[in-house]
C-alpha cells in the first residue's frame, strides 16, 4: 500500500488530452514539491516534472504538472502512442521518499 | 551527460547476500545524495534508500532497515548496496539514482536484477 495514492490504470485515444492525479497527505504533498516519472518496461524510469511544475530540459510542453493541497496532477495533452507508459508521482514523507503507486497509461 | 550504470545483480538463495555498484559519470558524484529504488515484478516503484553527499546521512525503507546498507565512495565515484539476509520479496530490479537539486530523484541507471529463490 503506497503512502501516495494514485489510480491504477486509465486510457485515452491519440490526440487526446489524460490527467493523472496523485493524492498524498499533509506529511507529505501537503509539505513538500512532487515530481513525476514515466517508466517504460525494461528502461531507465525519466524525469518528467519537478517542483510541481517545472519541466527539465528536453520534456516537451506536452506534459505538465500542478499542486493543490494535499494533491497533485501530471496533464498530459496530444497524446501519442509513445507516452503509453507507466507514471509515478514522488515526494518527500519526512526523511523517506516515497512514490505513488503508479498509473499505467494505455493510448488506444 | 550523467550516466548510472549498476552492476552485481543476480540469482542468491533466500538469506544470502549481495553487494551491488552503480558507477556514475558526468557530473561531481560527491556533489549529491544517491539513491537506490527497485521495482518488484509486476509492482510500482519502491524507494530503497538514500545516502546524503556527507557520505554519513543514510535513511533506509522500513522494508530494509537492519538487512541493507548504502555507501558510497568518492574517489571511486561509485554508489554501493550491500544487500544481506535477502528475502523472496527483494526480488526486484535495483536502479541507483541522483538526488536532484530541486528536492526531486533526478538521473536514473538502466537497473541490475535480483532474483533471490532457491
Known amino acids: 500500500q503506497s503512502v501516495l495514492t494514485q489510480s491504477p490504470s486509465m486510457s485515452a485515444a491519440p490526440g487526446q488530452k489524460v490527467t493523472i492525479s496523485c493524492s498524498g497527505s499533509?506529511?507529505?504533498?501537503?509539505?513538500?514539491?512532487v515530481s513525476w516519472y514515466q517508466h517504460l518496461p525494461g528502461t531507465a524510469p525519466k524525469l518528467l516534472i519537478y517542483?510541481?511544475?517545472e519541466r527539465p530540459s528536453g520534456i516537451p510542453d506536452r506534459f505538465s504538472g500542478s499542486k493543490s493541497g494535499t494533491s497533485a496532477t501530471l496533464g498530459i495533452t496530444g497524446l501519442q502512442t509513445g507516452d503509453e507508459a507507466d507514471y509515478y508521482c514522488?515526494?518527500?514523507?519526512?526523511?523517506?521518499?516515497?512514490f505513488g503507486g503508479g498509473t499505467k497509461l494505455t493510448v488506444l | 551527460q550523467v550516466q548510472l550504470v549498476e552492476s552485481g545483480g543476480g540469482v542468491v538463495q533466500p538469506g544470502g547476500s549481495l553487494r551491488l555498484s552503480c558507477a556514475a559519470s558526468?557530473?561531481?558524484?560527491?556533489?549529491?545524495?544517491m539513491h537506490w529504488v527497485r521495482q518488484a515484478p509486476g509492482k510500482g516503484l519502491e524507494w530503497v534508500a538514500i545516502?546524503?553527499?556527507?557520505?554519513?546521512?543514510?535513511v533506509y525503507a522500513d522494508s530494509v532497515q537492519g538487512r541493507f546498507s548504502i555507501s558510497r565512495d568518492d574517489s571511486k565515484n561509485t554508489l554501493y548496496l550491500q544487500m544481506n539476509s535477502l528475502r523472496a520479496e527483494d526480488t526486484a530490479v535495483y536502479y541507483c539514482?541522483?538526488?536532484?537539486?530541486?528536492?526531486?530523484?533526478?538521473?536514473w541507471g538502466q537497473g541490475t536484477r535480483v532474483t533471490v529463490s532457491s
Open positions: 517542483e510541481n511544475n
Open positions: 558526468g557530473f561531481t558524484f560527491s556533489h549529491y545524495g
Open positions: 539514482a541522483t538526488d536532484g537539486s530541486h528536492r526531486e530523484v533526478d538521473h
Open positions: 499533509s506529511s507529505n504533498i501537503g509539505n513538500d514539491y
Open positions: 514522488g515526494t518527500w514523507n519526512g526523511n523517506f521518499w516515497v
Open positions: 545516502i546524503w553527499n556527507d557520505g554519513r546521512t543514510k
